[in-house]
């Protein structure tokens, strides 16, 4: 089985642990919820060996690259990251309603790279720019950044949901506006850090690649944007005690520059970057 085949197959994993997800959040059964838990590990390890053998076929190939430098490999380690991420909050916080929330945006990226018609899922080789050291300190901390902030956008929509019911206490199986408050401060938390380390790393592969450390290219350019959105997220957080609806929505447009940076960019304006 090639590792494509073996993505496809998670892609309905995923949808699966997703819908289990929603049913428990419906019905209220406990036995759905760690079924759904057990789903999304049991795939999410599945998606780790996909990896194994895909880094395989590439040295068969003679390319020997880490699977990790094309839109379809990033896709992937997106939706990977998204899912770990998710799940280590699941055990940190013992809650299982999240993964209604954030295991559709794993989802979604598995779907997106699987079915997109613009994306090929083939091995290719590295062009000479990518042929760096840097390449997995940067793909790699940015996208744990993102998955972060997947989870953070998936949380502020379920806060603003859960205030709109009117309903501040919660209950069993959706938390309080507090609890979801700290989950989407926490996710920015921990993925703010994370992507000015990928911002750093980039910009000192951009000088070992191009003699430059920033050249305004597009991507650089909404990358500094994203960051400063979340920025703005923490000092508003820290100096004014930004909470509740204002840090919800904040956090969503937040995501949305994510999206932007990581596929408009690509997909719709030219620079350094349009060979991702």
Same mark, same amino acid.
């Given at each position: 089985?090639?590792?494509?085949?073996?993505?496809?197959?998670?892609?309905?994993?995923?949808?699966?642990?997703?819908?289990?997800?929603?049913?428990?959040?419906?019905? %209220?059964?406990? /036995? !759905?919820?760690?079924? +759904?838990?057990?789903?999304?590990?049991? $795939?999410? #390890? =599945?998606?780790?060996?996909?990896?194994?053998?895909?880094?395989?076929?590439?040295?068969?190939?003679?390319?020997?690259?880490?699977?990790?430098?094309?839109?379809?490999?990033?896709?992937?380690?997106?939706?990977?990251?998204?899912?770990?991420?998710?799940?280590?909050?699941?055990? %940190?916080?013992? /809650? !299982?309603?999240?993964? +209604?929330?954030?295991?559709?945006?794993? $989802?979604? #990226? =598995?779907?997106?790279?699987?079915?997109?018609?613009?994306?090929?899922?083939?091995?290719?080789?590295?062009?000479?720019?990518?042929?760096?050291?840097?390449?997995?300190?940067?793909?790699?901390?940015?996208?744990?950044?993102?998955?972060?902030?997947?989870?953070?956008?998936?949380?502020?929509?379920?806060?603003?949901?859960?205030?709109?019911?009117?309903?501040?206490?919660?209950?069993?199986?959706?938390?309080?506006?507090?609890?979801?408050?700290?989950?989407?401060?926490?996710?920015?938390?921990?993925?703010?850090?994370?992507?000015?380390?990928?911002?750093?790393?980039?910009?000192?592969?951009?000088?070992?690649?191009?003699?430059?450390?920033?050249?305004?290219?597009?991507?650089?350019?909404?990358?500094?944007?994203?960051?400063?959105?979340?920025?703005?997220?923490?000092?508003?957080?820290?100096?004014?005690?930004?909470?509740?609806?204002?840090?919800?929505?904040?956090?969503?447009?937040?995501?949305?520059?994510?999206?932007?940076?990581?596929?408009?960019?690509?997909?719709?304006?030219?620079?350094?970057?349009?060979?991702?």
């Amino acid at each position: 089985m090639t590792s494509s085949t073996i993505f496809s197959v998670i892609t309905f994993g995923y949808l699966l642990s997703w819908v289990l997800y929603l049913c428990y959040m419906v019905f %209220r059964q406990e /036995t !759905l919820g760690r079924l +759904a838990s057990v789903t999304a590990w049991l $795939f999410w #390890a =599945m998606q780790t060996g996909g990896f194994a053998i895909r880094w395989i076929e590439s040295y068969r190939l003679g390319i020997g690259k880490p699977p990790l430098t094309n839109l379809y490999e990033s896709m992937v380690f997106f939706s990977w990251s998204i899912i770990l991420l998710y799940l280590l909050f699941e055990l %940190r916080h013992r /809650t !299982l309603t999240m993964g +209604a929330v954030a295991v559709p945006f794993g $989802f979604g #990226a =598995m779907a997106y790279a699987s079915l997109a018609p613009n994306i090929s899922n083939q091995i290719q080789p590295l062009v000479p720019a990518l042929q760096s050291d840097w390449l997995l300190a940067h793909v790699i901390t940015c996208f744990l950044g993102y998955a972060a902030f997947a989870i953070s956008c998936g949380v502020s929509i379920l806060y603003v949901i859960q205030e709109r019911r009117t309903n501040p206490g919660g209950s069993s199986h959706i938390p309080s506006l507090s609890v979801l408050d700290d989950w989407i401060y926490k996710s920015i938390a921990v993925g703010f850090p994370l992507l000015t380390a990928g911002i750093i790393t980039g910009a000192a592969w951009a000088y070992s690649a191009w003699g430059a450390y920033w050249s305004w290219d597009p991507k650089e350019t909404w990358s500094l944007i994203t960051w400063l959105i979340y920025a703005a997220f923490l000092h508003a957080r820290f100096t004014r005690g930004w909470q509740g609806k204002k840090a919800a929505f904040l956090s969503i447009v937040g995501f949305l520059a994510v999206i932007f940076t990581y596929l408009g960019v690509n997909l719709i304006l030219s620079g350094l970057h349009s060979y991702t």
